[in-house]
């Protein structure tokens, strides 16, 4: 697998990652809830009885503060004073439910790298201590 043509796309994407400041903010904000209802879904599927309750609330709390964005946000990207407290507390739960995405895979590439690195199976934190 020819990782040059990848190479570039994949470098230009994340030094541009950080410059989000002229993005529209109903795009921004849709984008960040649709993530956060993409991990609250996952962990609904994981879950079960009251935790597996409480991730589908979150979902479809998330789900209709996106279908409201239109009416929160005015056309020149200015938030309705009223809306401003919903928008926030839902970003605040996107932002938790990304994180803990976030940390899960950084976890699991831990894992991967330390399984290639030592195929005979033991985890990089098993190593550490047995050494």
């Known amino acids: 697998m020819s990782s040059n043509k990848f190479d570039y796309y994949l470098y230009q994407d994340f030094s541009n990652a950080n410059y989000t400041s002229n993005c529209d903010l109903r795009y921004v904000s849709r984008n960040l809830l649709n993530r956060g209802v993409e991990e609250a879904q996952f962990r609904y599927m994981l879950s079960d009885g009251q935790q597996a309750e409480a991730y589908k609330r979150l979902k479809l709390t998330l789900l209709k503060v996106i279908d409201g964005l239109d009416t929160m946000i005015t056309e020149d990207g200015a938030i309705i004073y009223r809306y401003r407290h919903i928008l926030r507390q839902a970003l605040v739960y996107a932002r938790y439910l990304i ?33």
């Not at 690195?117 to 050494?131: C, D, I, Q, T």
């Open 99 to 131: 994180a803990i995405e976030r940390e899960e895979t950084a976890s699991q590439f831990e894992m991967l790298e330390a399984r290639l690195r030592n195929p005979r199976g033991r985890y990089l934190s098993e190593w550490k201590r047995v050494a």
